[in-house]
């Protein structure tokens, strides 16, 4: 009986026995009477009876813990409930000794910062909140300090964050490698090509998978990324030409068509998504969350960085568009001699593929609708049925797309892959494993069946690494501790791929008949592994369906189409058009296929081989690193945050053993070390112990864990001590304390050492400094005493210099004024002469216009005169003589007259001109500062007087040209 009081949690087991239904906890509301009310964990008021089994809960139970293994209450609905507690929280990290649980927030999360990963740097397990960056850094620095391969395989459901939890785990690796380089870069760019060609939406999740990867990321001895491979694993071309209810194809057809240019799309003759048979069959071309224009111009921009040409981006477009176009193309059956045949409707499809394709539009559409049968020598073409036609077009663009999403990723190796440089070069690696979760749909088909297998190896991988070879290690080394029970999935790996006659060899062996067929690999199944426990059969015979129990479940597989997905082969008249197209891009995809020849399915292997062979690489590669497990699961499947669905939780902890993996936790030593290691690395935590050559380990190893880790509980074996998660962590602080100690004692006596011989040095220095100072400052002194002497020199020189030359100054001043008084009496005397010689020049022609003028006037006179006597003489006839003569004499006056008057305007006009002249002059006066040559100053000076041009046949200067008299101008000439 348990006795609870308000506020206490408590366990309430669950009224139903279903498969998944688990105790719930729950807080006491009230317990009065025999009633008790109970808040439980789902947020429901229940009111429990006397009848209710319900148990108390251990206080490690209440608040949660970050480690499982430390749990009170050990049971499914403790691990539920903790798990619960931390995602409500927004926490989703949980530990279980060094394995990683991840819960799906389905919303993003602000702990995967810069300053996250600083902060997780250098830290071991359990020093600071659980965290993936944890699981990456002791993944590198187990790799630096062992020297050993390391892995990291996350599993679990679609849907539950496997994806982005390797993306973590790559950005970290590449931020603590510390050089930040371009092939980190590269690394990083080339997760959104691979997500974009291989990642879909499914019901379950948005981004999902739909191919395997492992990442080998390579680093030097430093520690620093030199480069990467990467191996895909079984791409699932089925959903290229089918998608299921609310599902969609590929995200890089979404996002071509969404991002490309109208130009780019009239090239590929492409329009929406909506109008592609291939994009619709879902009934939804749009995923909530994503631009698939913006990731468009991202994927450019990482094909960029991963070295890939812009011929082979515009390649890659040409294969999708040959894609989406051959998958509108429309059969419309006919018969041709009572035979089933088909005929293409509408040739805008296949016309715009053959163009693609670079082929004959008619040889293409015969290759979709007839094929060719060699028998014998002969060569027969038959007809196909619409159907028979579809399956060949589909399986032509499955092999299209296939081969191409291949020829990515070798690519991108190309770009990222850095060959050993020399045998003995030294290279560590840490491998990422991204691999399709656990699926079980309404019904599944061959790639489910690959899919769980290959989950199948990574749960048995898991199971013999935590329990088996731990358990066999403990017998070996003899530990005493007790065993812990486990699901063991060896049984159901067995028959599928490891005992005789198992079900992929009877795959296998089916396919190679050419007459074999669903029905009869499905009989053979039966007939074979009928009795197998882990093998169901249907109820009913015309159920084309078997059953495998798996370790996450029974699934039943729809045996139809198995062998045409195993073959994975397509028309021969198909690789023949392709052998004879121009695109060259399409015949390096098939360049192994036209090189087998027509009969390809002898030759190719199935699919099942290559994916069994490519996995049991992995596989092989896996073993040969230490691993470290991450955990991831689906909360719920409406892909919302904040939501828990405890059923579907369960499931997935149950199907990973997860119980059985904190039992083994806690109860085992997870963390081991021979004697010789463990003495070499902790020796100095105690005095006394010697090195690992000169003492005995074991003994040694006794020491120093009971001297650190006193009565705790580790165990020595033969060979090797054996330690819990919190022991390595305590001797690790220890280790560093003491390490940090020692280093600080010894940085002391080596800071001391060097501060002393820094002191030598610099007294020593300040010596030779006070030596050169002093013999400078003597130096400088006599420089001064030199350089006054010198300037006391130069004053001397300077005043007998200066006293010359003034002497020599005043006779040359002397000199000067001689010779300037002879060159101005010269100058004076030309000009004196060269005026006398211009006055006389001036004057003789102020006389001759004088002349002139006089000469003219007297004509004028005489004429006037001569007209006063003719007209006298005229008049005289007419009247009296008397008379006559006074009007003839009154005539000459008035022409007198008439002649004053006009001289006196010509007098006026010459004294206007002789103002204008006089104007000119006070402004050459003005501007008498300019210098002047002789010629150009007398031109200035008589400007104003009239030109003529000749006097008396003498030639004079242009100035002197002149005609009008000086004196009338009112100049007097000296």
Request: proline share 2%; hydrophobic share 40%; glycine share 6%.
């Amino acid at each position: 009986m348990v006795i609870v009081t308000r506020g206490d949690y408590i366990w309430i087991e669950p009224q139903a026995k279903r498969e998944f239904d688990v105790a719930i906890g729950a807080r006491v509301a009230s317990a009065e009477g025999r009633r008790i009310q109970v808040i439980d964990d789902d947020g429901k008021e229940q009111w429990l009876t006397p009848e209710r089994r319900i148990k108390a809960m251990h206080p490690t139970s209440i608040q949660g813990v970050e480690d499982m293994i430390s749990l009170g209450d050990l049971h499914e609905a403790g691990i539920l409930r903790n798990l619960l507690i931390r995602y409500n929280e927004n926490l989703i990290y949980t530990y279980t000794g060094s394995i990683l649980v991840a819960v799906n927030p389905y919303q993003i999360l602000p702990i995967y910062t810069a300053e996250q990963i600083k902060l997780y740097k250098d830290k071991k397990i359990g020093e600071l909140p659980p965290h993936i960056f944890a699981i990456g850094d002791n993944a590198y620095t187990n790799m630096k300090r062992f020297h050993v391969n390391q892995c990291v395989i996350i599993s679990g459901e679609s849907g539950a964050g496997k994806t982005e939890s390797t993306k973590l785990i790559l950005q970290y690796l590449a931020a603590i490698s510390g050089q930040h380089s371009w092939i980190e870069q590269q690394i990083l760019e080339a997760n959104p090509i691979l997500e974009a060609f291989g990642n879909a939406k499914t019901i379950r999740n948005d981004n999902s998978s739909r191919f395997g990867k492992y990442i080998d990321i390579h680093f030097n001895k430093q520690g620093v990324i030199e480069g990467a491979k990467i191996e895909q694993y079984l791409l699932e071309k089925s959903r290229i030409v089918s998608q299921a209810q609310y599902e969609r194809n590929y995200h890089i057809f979404y996002c071509m068509l969404s991002g490309l240019s109208k130009e780019d799309k009239a090239k590929l003759e492409i329009q929406d998504a909506s109008k592609y048979h291939y994009l619709t069959q879902g009934g939804s071309i749009t995923c909530e969350g994503r631009d698939d224009a913006a990731e468009f111009a991202d994927i450019r921009s990482a094909m960029k960085v991963l070295m890939f040409s812009d011929h082979e981006i515009w390649d890659i477009l040409k294969i999708l568009g040959i894609v989406l176009h051959l998958g509108n193309i429309k059969y419309k059956p006919r018969l041709i001699d009572n035979l089933d045949a088909v005929e293409i409707i509408g040739a805008g499809s296949v016309q715009s593929a053959a163009k693609l394709l670079e082929v004959n539009q008619q040889h293409l559409m015969d290759a979709l609708t007839t094929r060719t049968i060699f028998a014998h020598g002969d060569t027969v073409v038959s007809t196909m049925s619409v159907e028979q036609s579809r399956d060949v077009r589909d399986a032509f663009v499955k092999g299209i797309y296939g081969r191409m999403f291949i020829w990515i990723v070798n690519k991108i190796n190309s770009a990222i892959y850095k060959p050993k440089s020399a045998t003995g070069h030294y290279r560590t690696s840490i491998g990422v494993l991204d691999i399709f979760g656990f699926e079980n749909f309404a019904v599944n088909s061959f790639e489910q069946f690959c899919i769980n297998y290959a989950n199948e190896n990574l749960q048995q991988f898991f199971v013999r690494h935590i329990f088996k070879l731990e358990q066999e290690e403990y017998n070996l080394e003899c530990i005493n501790w007790q065993h812990i029970e486990f699901v063991d999935n060896q049984d159901c790996l067995d028959l599928i791929a490891v005992k005789p006659m198992n079900i992929m060899a009877l795959i296998d062996e089916e396919s190679k008949f050419p007459k074999g067929t669903d029905q009869t690999l499905l009989n053979k199944l039966h007939k074979t592994h009928g009795t197998n426990k882990n093998y169901l059969k249907p109820k009913s015979d015309i159920n084309t369906a078997f059953g495998l129990s798996h370790f996450a479940g029974v699934v039943f597989y729809d045996a139809r189409n198995f062998l045409e997905k195993n073959r994975d082969t397509f028309s021969a008249d198909l690789i023949q058009l392709i052998q004879v197209s121009n695109n060259k891009f399409l015949q390096n995809l098939f360049v192994n296929d036209i090189g087998m020849g027509t009969d390809t399915r002898k030759k190719t292997p199935t699919l099942s081989a290559q994916f069994k062979r490519s996995l049991d690489s992995l596989m092989k590669a896996l073993s040969q690193c230490h691993p470290f497990f991450i955990r991831c699961i689906k909360p719920n499947e409406n892909k919302k945050p904040m939501m828990f669905d405890r059923e579907l939780c369960c499931k997935q902890l149950r199907y990973s053993g997860m119980m059985e993996t904190i039992r083994i936790r806690r109860a085992g030593y997870p963390i081991r070390h021979t004697f010789r290691e463990f003495v070499e690395r902790y020796r100095f935590l105690i005095p006394g112990v010697g090195p690992v050559h000169k003492v005995d380990c074991r003994a040694a190893t006794a020491r120093i864990t009971a001297a650190v880790l006193g009565k705790a509980d580790y165990q020595m074996g033969k060979t090797k001590v054996f330690l819990k998660d919190a022991h390595d962590l305590f001797l690790e602080q220890e280790r560093d304390r003491v390490l940090t100690r020692k280093i600080l004692i010894l940085q002391k006596a080596i800071r001391g050492w060097y501060y002393r011989r820094r002191f030598l040095k610099m007294r020593q220095s300040s010596l030779t400094i006070q030596r050169c100072f002093r013999a400078y400052l003597q130096r400088k002194r006599f420089l001064a005493m030199r350089t006054g002497y010198q300037r006391l020199q130069a004053l001397i020189r300077s005043r007998i210099l200066s006293h010359r030359f003034k002497h020599l100054r005043g006779h040359i001043v002397a000199l000067q004024a001689l010779c300037r008084g002879f060159v101005a009496r010269r100058e004076y005397q030309k000009k004196h002469a060269a005026v006398i010689k211009i006055q006389a020049f001036v004057r003789r022609v102020i006389a001759q216009k004088n002349y002139q003028r006089m000469k003219i006037e007297h004509q004028h006179v005489l004429e006037a005169m001569r007209l006063r006597e003719q007209e006298e003489a005229m008049l005289k006839k007419q009247m009296n003589p008397k008379k006559a003569r006074e009007i003839a004499e009154q005539k000459f006056r008035e022409r007198l007259q008439e002649l004053h008057i006009r001289q006196q305007e010509e007098d006026v006009l010459v004294q206007r001109s002789l103002e204008q002249k006089m104007a000119v002059i006070k402004d050459a006066a003005s501007r008498q500062d300019e210098p002047l040559d002789d010629s150009k100053l007398v031109d200035v000076i008589f400007d104003f007087l009239p030109r003529s041009e000749s006097v008396n046949d003498q030639v004079a200067p242009s100035a002197f040209k002149v005609t009008n008299s000086l004196s009338d101008y009112g100049f007097c000439i000296v």
